[in-house]
């Protein structure tokens, strides 16, 4: 008889004690509202384009439904390979330096487990992307928040990584263009970090899912590319956002030989590899997706506008993103907490969005808008926070 046994207190500590997903939670309400708005889950409303869904087609046709190399098809890392080399002049060799993953979010939990002992401590800019701390804590590391600050628009400074350095201290995370807020970093900023990088001799991870989304004249700098980095940076990237592939789920990892190796290894006993119709996909992206994908930025930057504008005239003080595709308000003025904040408008005016708070507690006091979402449900959007900040008020 099993009726009396306590499931909760067999599951690990560690699991216990990370909370879920602050994502997820309000639109899990929301879909069992009618009418609603969301401006939440960060997915490109655009469908993947023909010319890469019909070289999956293709590859079905001809039956490529087997294994591939744990590290990928030799094909799809020397495109990867190719693409550094063309953007960024950044040498890899494919057979080496690349893994291929499951999504950025595999390539993100190996690259982790890799490089982090019990007790090691990683240095994590917030706000961020929910997966980082909960990430390096399931690997047994110590994630450090560090705070950066609206007053630096969002960036963060060798200043305030040196506050909280430690003899622990093993690596550093950043997420550039930043999720949730927008904000990107120069080449000088980069190469700051880059130095302290180098004075502390840290592992770098550098998530640059986002590389591609960057408006206003602003150009993606590479981190792995700056003096001294490539060696000591683990470079994710992935097909999600740039070319609309969510649900394909690829994604890969860049670094040196013996980092590359050792994530196989997990690699290979987790996922062995990714689908390869996925990879057939990815290979067609890289051809021949730029178009389309500069058509979808393009895209993003009018919405970014539309959503600014509007956000700041319904009374909102907010930091003009320059990269991926959020905006992160400032709901102070309206006395309501960014849980309140989301909560509230959901209910009320069936607009969804994720609290600030989700991305770690200097988030606190903002919320998190997507603006991978249509023209026409963006301007209504802005109209219900409008009117729901009016009545605040």
Same mark, same amino acid.
């Given at each position: 008889? %099993?009726?009396?046994?306590?499931?909760?207190?067999?599951?690990?500590?560690?699991?216990?004690?990370?909370?879920?997903?602050?994502?997820?939670?309000?639109?899990?309400?929301?879909?069992?509202?009618?009418?609603?708005?969301?401006?939440?889950?960060?997915? @490109?409303?655009?469908?993947?384009?023909?010319?890469?869904?019909?070289?999956? !087609?293709?590859?079905?046709?001809?039956?490529?439904?087997?294994?591939?190399?744990?590290?990928?098809?030799?094909?799809?890392?020397?495109?990867?390979?190719?693409?550094?080399?063309?953007?960024?002049?950044?040498?890899?060799? @494919?057979?080496?330096?690349?893994? !291929?993953?499951?999504?950025? =979010?595999?390539?993100?939990?190996?690259?982790?487990?890799?490089?982090?002992?019990? #007790?090691?401590?990683?240095?994590?800019?917030?706000?961020?992307?929910?997966?980082?701390?909960?990430?390096?804590?399931?690997?047994?590391?110590? @994630?450090?928040?560090?705070?950066?600050?609206?007053?630096?628009?969002?960036?963060?400074?060798?200043?305030?990584?040196?506050?909280?350095?430690?003899?622990?201290?093993?690596?550093?995370?950043?997420?550039?263009?930043?999720?949730?807020?927008?904000? +990107?970093?120069?080449?000088?900023?980069?190469?700051?970090?880059?130095?302290?990088?180098?004075?502390?001799?840290?592992?770098?991870? =550098?998530?640059?899912?986002?590389?591609?989304?960057?408006?206003? #004249?602003?150009?993606?700098?590479?981190?792995?590319?700056?003096?001294?980095?490539?060696?000591?940076?683990?470079? *994710?990237?992935?097909?999600?956002?740039?070319?609309?592939?969510?649900?394909?789920?690829?994604?890969?990892?860049?670094?040196?030989?013996?980092?590359?190796?050792?994530?196989?290894?997990?690699? $290979?006993?987790?996922?062995?590899?990714? @689908?390869? %119709?996925? $990879?057939?996909?990815? &290979?067609?992206?890289?051809?021949?997706?730029?178009?389309?994908?500069?058509?979808?930025?393009?895209?993003?930057?009018?919405?970014?506008?539309?959503?600014?504008?509007?956000? %700041?005239?319904?009374?909102?003080?907010?930091?003009?993103?320059?990269?991926?595709?959020?905006?992160?308000?400032?709901?102070?003025?309206?006395?309501?907490?960014?849980?309140?904040?989301?909560?509230? *408008?959901?209910?009320?005016?069936? &607009?969804?969005? +994720?609290?600030?708070?989700?991305?770690?507690?200097? #988030?606190?006091?903002?919320?998190?808008?997507?603006?991978?979402?249509?023209?026409?449900?963006?301007?209504?959007?802005?109209?219900?926070?409008?009117?729901? &900040? $009016?009545?605040?008020?």
């Amino acid at each position: 008889m %099993t009726e009396n046994i306590d499931w909760n207190k067999r599951i690990s500590p560690v699991v216990h004690a990370i909370p879920p997903s602050g994502i997820r939670r309000f639109f899990d309400i929301a879909a069992e509202m009618e009418d609603v708005i969301s401006l939440g889950v960060g997915e @490109p409303d655009f469908i993947t384009p023909w010319a890469i869904r019909e070289s999956c !087609v293709y590859g079905l046709e001809q039956g490529y439904t087997s294994y591939t190399a744990n590290r990928g098809l030799l094909e799809l890392r020397e495109e990867i390979c190719a693409l550094q080399k063309r953007n960024f002049n950044i040498d890899y060799e @494919p057979k080496t330096d690349v893994l !291929v993953t499951v999504g950025v =979010s595999e390539a993100l939990d190996i690259a982790m487990r890799t490089i982090l002992a019990p #007790g090691d401590e990683i240095l994590i800019p917030e706000p961020c992307y929910v997966s980082y701390k909960a990430c390096a804590a399931l690997a047994g590391g110590v @994630p450090v928040p560090v705070p950066a600050k609206i007053e630096n628009n969002f960036s963060i400074t060798p200043e305030d990584l040196e506050a909280h350095v430690t003899d622990k201290t093993k690596a550093l995370l950043i997420g550039y263009p930043n999720n949730p807020t927008g904000a +990107v970093l120069s080449r000088e900023q980069l190469i700051a970090i880059s130095r302290f990088a180098v004075k502390h001799d840290l592992i770098v991870i =550098s998530d640059e899912i986002y590389g591609d989304l960057t408006y206003g #004249g602003e150009r993606h700098i590479c981190f792995a590319g700056l003096p001294e980095m490539k060696d000591r940076t683990i470079l *994710l990237n992935g097909f999600s956002k740039a070319y609309a592939m969510t649900g394909w789920r690829i994604g890969y990892a860049l670094s040196n030989p013996d980092i590359i190796a050792a994530m196989t290894k997990i690699h $290979q006993y987790t996922m062995l590899c990714a @689908p390869i %119709t996925a $990879q057939i996909a990815a &290979v067609e992206a890289l051809r021949n997706g730029e178009k389309y994908m500069k058509k979808m930025v393009s895209e993003y930057d009018k919405r970014r506008r539309l959503i600014y504008d509007g956000l %700041t005239n319904a009374g909102l003080k907010c930091f003009e993103p320059k990269g991926a595709f959020y905006i992160f308000p400032d709901i102070t003025s309206t006395g309501l907490t960014s849980e309140e904040f989301a909560e509230k *408008l959901l209910m009320k005016e069936h &607009v969804a969005l +994720v609290p600030g708070n989700a991305f770690g507690e200097c #988030g606190e006091g903002y919320v998190r808008c997507s603006y991978a979402t249509s023209v026409a449900k963006i301007s209504e959007a802005i109209a219900r926070i409008e009117h729901f &900040v $009016q009545h605040c008020r």
